[in-house]
C-alpha cells in the first residue's frame, strides 16, 4: 500500500508543477504582450482596448493569481477563443484530438501486428536466417528518422506512383472508407514501420529467453504443435516489456506525431501546436501541452500501478 | 527515430548477446565489417566536417573558374547550374533549361535551386549537425550524469525531488517543449526567421537529453553502491566525493559511455526534426534537416535535392547505433532504465 502511496503522492506533485509551470510559462516569454496583440491582428489598439485583451489572459496579475484562473478555466472547461480566429480553443483542440488518436490508434496496430508475428519467426528461429535478416532490416528502420521516411515514401507513393495524395486529408471514415484509407495509409505507414521494428526487438530478445524455460521443453515433450507452443505458452509471459513500450507510445504518440502530421499536412494535435506556436496562440499552446502531459503522466501512473499489481518485487524495490 | 526521444539502448538485447559467443565465426566476422564500415564513415564525415573549408571540393567562389558553368560552391548562387541531378543518375533530367555547354548532370550529389553544390552543403551540413549532437550530448552527460549520481548515491529524500523532477521535465511531449524553447528564447525579436543561432538549438536538446540519462545513470549507481567494494573504501574512511570518484564513476562510466553514443544520434535526429520544422539554424548555415526540409518542396522536380543529405544523414545515425549496439555488446550492458 506504501508503493501506492508515494506513487499517488508523486503524481499529484508532478501534475502540480506540470500545470503551474505552463501557466506562468507565458510570462517567461520575450514580448509576450506584444505578441499577444500582434495576434489578434485588429491594428491600432487605444489603451482601453490594449488593457482589456491583456487582462483577459490575465498576463499582469500575481503569479498565483495567473495560476488560480489556470486551473479554474482548465477545469471549467472554459478555455476561450483563439487569439486569431473566431474559433474556439476547446473545438480546435477536440479537432486535433481526433486525427491524432486515430493516427496514434492506426499506428500501434499496424506496428503490433507487423511485429508480433515478426518476433514469433524470428525467436524461433533464433540465429537463422530469417532471424538475422529481419533484425538487420529492423535496426536499418530504427536509425531511420521519420521525417527521411516521409520523405522518401512521399517521393515513391506520391510522386513517382501517384497511388497516394501527397497532402492528406482529414476524411471521416464512415463518410469514404477507401478514401479514409488513401488519406491516411502513408501517415500510418511512417509511424508504424520504426514502431514496428523497436517492439519487433523488444519481443524478439524476450522471446529468445521465454523459449529456453523449461515449460516450453515440457510443452514440446508432450507433443504440442509448433504453433500451440508458440502462441498458446510462449507469447503471454513474453509480452511484458512489449506492453510497456506500447504504453508508453502511447503518450507520446498523442502529441508527438510533430513531424508526420508536418509533413502529411494534417492538422493534428501535434501541428496545430506548432502553428500556435508561431503564430502566438499561446491560450492554444498551453491548454494543449498541459492536456498531452496529463495524459501522459496519468498513463505512466496507471502503468506503475498495474506493474505493482502484477509484480510484487516492483512493490519492495527501493526504485520509486 | 521513434519520436518519442526516449533512447532504448540496444533495444535489450542480453539474450543475444549470450547466444553470441557460440555463434559460428562467419556471423560474427559480418558483424566485425559493419563495425568497421561505420567507424569509417563516421572518421570520414568528422575528417570532412572538420576541414570542410579546406578539402578540394569545395570552391570558396566562382572567381576561381574561367567557366561559370563549371562553377559549383555552396556559397554563390549559379543558375547556370540549377536543380542538376548527380553525374550518375541518367535515369533523370533536369527540369531547368540547359544553357550553351552547362552539364545536364552535375556532381556526386547533385545541386540544388541556387546551383549549389549539395554534396559540399551535406559536409558543411555535418560540421553543424554534428556539432549540435556532440555538445548537446556532452553537457547532457555533464549535467544529466552528476544528477544520476547524486541521485543514486544519496539516495532516501535527495534521490526523491530529483527524480519528480526528472518526471515532470518527461512529462512534456519532448519535441513540443524544445520547439517551445527554440521558438521562443531562440529568436530575439519579432523576426522570428533572422539570426537563429547554434545556442539555443544545443540547449532545448540538453534539457531534451538530461532527464534519461539521469535515470540511467541513478539505476546503475545505485547497483554499485551497494557493493562490497564501496563498502570497502567507505570503511577506510574514504570521503562520499572519492567514493563516487574513484569508485562508482569508473564502473557506471561503460553504461554512459554507450549511451552518449546512441544518444547523439538521437539528438541528432531531433535537430533534424526541429529544422524540418523550420526551427534550426538559420538560412547560410546548412544543417541536414533543413536541406532535407528544403528539398522536400521540390521533390516532384528534383528528388536528389531531399535524398541526397537524407540518405547522409542516415548513413549516420545508422553508424552511430551500430557503434552503440557494438559497444553495449561489449560492455553487457543490460536495460537498467525502468
Redesign the interface.
Known amino acids: 500500500m506504501r508503493y501506492f502511496g508515494q506513487k499517488l503522492i508523486?503524481l499529484v506533485?508532478?501534475v502540480f508543477?506540470?500545470t503551474f509551470?505552463v501557466s506562468l510559462?507565458l510570462g517567461a516569454?520575450?514580448?509576450a504582450e506584444?505578441?499577444i496583440i500582434?495576434s489578434t491582428g485588429q491594428g491600432v489598439f487605444t489603451e482601453e482596448d490594449r488593457n482589456a485583451i491583456l487582462d483577459e489572459v490575465h498576463l499582469r496579475d500575481p503569479a498565483v493569481v495567473q495560476y488560480g484562473y489556470f486551473v479554474k478555466d482548465l477545469v471549467t472547461f472554459d478555455w476561450g477563443v483563439t487569439f486569431g480566429g473566431n474559433q474556439s480553443v476547446r473545438s480546435s483542440i477536440w479537432d486535433g484530438l481526433q486525427i491524432s488518436l486515430r493516427l496514434m490508434v492506426y499506428a500501434q496496430l499496424v506496428a503490433l501486428l507487423l511485429a508480433i508475428p515478426l518476433a514469433l519467426l524470428a525467436a524461433y528461429r533464433?540465429?537463422g536466417v530469417f532471424d538475422?535478416v529481419s533484425t538487420t532490416v529492423s535496426?536499418?528502420f530504427?536509425?531511420?528518422?521519420?521525417?527521411?521516411l516521409a520523405?522518401?515514401l512521399?517521393?515513391l507513393f506520391t510522386?513517382r506512383w501517384k497511388i497516394f495524395p501527397a497532402l492528406s486529408k482529414n476524411v471521416g471514415f464512415f463518410e469514404a472508407p477507401f478514401d479514409h484509407f488513401k488519406n491516411f495509409f502513408l501517415p500510418t505507414l511512417v509511424l508504424a514501420l520504426?514502431?514496428a521494428a523497436?517492439y519487433m526487438?523488444?519481443l524478439r530478445?524476450?522471446l529468445?529467453?521465454t523459449l529456453q524455460s523449461d515449460f516450453i521443453t515440457t510443452a514440446r515433450a508432450k507433443g504440442l504443435s509448433t504453433s500451440h507452443i508458440l502462441f498458446g505458452h510462449a507469447l503471454r509471459p513474453s509480452l511484458f516489456?512489449l506492453l510497456t513500450?506500447a504504453a508508453?507510445?502511447v503518450?507520446?504518440?498523442v502529441?508527438?506525431?510533430?513531424?508526420?502530421e508536418?509533413?502529411f499536412n494534417l492538422n493534428g494535435l501535434?501541428r496545430k501546436?506548432?502553428v500556435g506556436?508561431?503564430s502566438s496562440e499561446f491560450r492554444l499552446?498551453q491548454i494543449t501541452?498541459v492536456v498531452?502531459?496529463l495524459v501522459?503522466?496519468f498513463i505512466?501512473f496507471l502503468a506503475d500501478i498495474v506493474y505493482g499489481l502484477l509484480d510484487p518485487r516492483v512493490r519492495g524495490a527501493?526504485?520509486? | 527515430m521513434s519520436e518519442t526521444l526516449t533512447p532504448t539502448p540496444s533495444a535489450g538485447d542480453d539474450a543475444g548477446t549470450s547466444a553470441d559467443t557460440q555463434k559460428p565465426t562467419k556471423y560474427r566476422k559480418r558483424g566485425q565489417v559493419a563495425k568497421w564500415l561505420s567507424i569509417v564513415w563516421l572518421v570520414f564525415l568528422v575528417f570532412t566536417a572538420v576541414g570542410a573549408s579546406w578539402l578540394p571540393y569545395v570552391k570558396h567562389s566562382c572567381e576561381q573558374f574561367a567557366e561559370k558553368a563549371d562553377c559549383r560552391t555552396h556559397v554563390d548562387p549559379n543558375p547556370l547550374l540549377s536543380e542538376r541531378p548527380p553525374f550518375w543518375a541518367t535515369f533523370s533530367d533536369t527540369t531547368r533549361p540547359v544553357v550553351g555547354d552547362a552539364p545536364e548532370r552535375v556532381g556526386l550529389f547533385g545541386t540544388d535551386t541556387n546551383g549549389f553544390d549539395i554534396f559540399s552543403r551535406s559536409m558543411f551540413g555535418a560540421r553543424n549537425s554534428l556539432l549540435i549532437g556532440a555538445m548537446s550530448i556532452v553537457f547532457g552527460i555533464l549535467i544529466g550524469g552528476t544528477l544520476g549520481l547524486i541521485a543514486g548515491y544519496v539516495g532516501k529524500r535527495t534521490d526523491k525531488v530529483i527524480d519528480t523532477i526528472m518526471n515532470i521535465f518527461l512529462s512534456f511531449p519532448a519535441l513540443l517543449l524544445a520547439i517551445f524553447i527554440v521558438g521562443f528564447f531562440g529568436s530575439s525579436g519579432a523576426d522570428e526567421a533572422e539570426s537563429r543561432s547554434i545556442g539555443p538549438i544545443i540547449l532545448a536538446l540538453v534539457i531534451l537529453s538530461i532527464p534519461p540519462i539521469a535515470r540511467l545513470v541513478r539505476a546503475n549507481t545505485m547497483v554499485y553502491a551497494q557493493r562490497e567494494f564501496v563498502l570497502a573504501a567507505r570503511s577506510l574512511g574514504a570521503k562520499n566525493g572519492r567514493i563516487i570518484a574513484r569508485e562508482i564513476l569508473p564502473n557506471v562510466m561503460p553504461a554512459m559511455v554507450t549511451f552518449a553514443i546512441t544518444g547523439m544520434a538521437i539528438l541528432i535526429v531531433a535537430e533534424g526534426a526541429l529544422a524540418y520544422l523550420g526551427l534550426s539554424v538559420s538560412a547560410p548555415t546548412p544543417t541536414w534537416g533543413s536541406m532535407i526540409f528544403g528539398g522536400q518542396q521540390k521533390l516532384e522536380t528534383a528528388w536528389w535535392m531531399a535524398i541526397m543529405p537524407a540518405v547522409v544523414l542516415f548513413l549516420t545515425v545508422l553508424a552511430i547505433n551500430l557503434l552503440g549496439d557494438v559497444l553495449s555488446e561489449k560492455f553487457r550492458i543490460k536495460e537498467a532504465i525502468g
Open positions: 508523486q506533485i508532478v508543477v506540470v509551470v510559462a516569454i520575450p514580448n506584444e505578441r500582434a533464433n540465429g538475422r535496426f536499418g530504427i536509425s531511420l528518422p521519420n521525417y527521411v520523405t522518401v512521399g517521393l510522386v520504426p514502431l523497436t526487438r523488444l530478445s524476450d529468445i529467453n516489456s513500450a508508453v507510445n503518450g507520446a504518440l502529441g508527438g506525431s510533430v513531424v508526420v508536418t509533413a501535434g501546436t506548432v506556436i508561431f499552446v501541452v498531452l502531459a501522459y503522466v505512466n527501493r526504485s520509486v
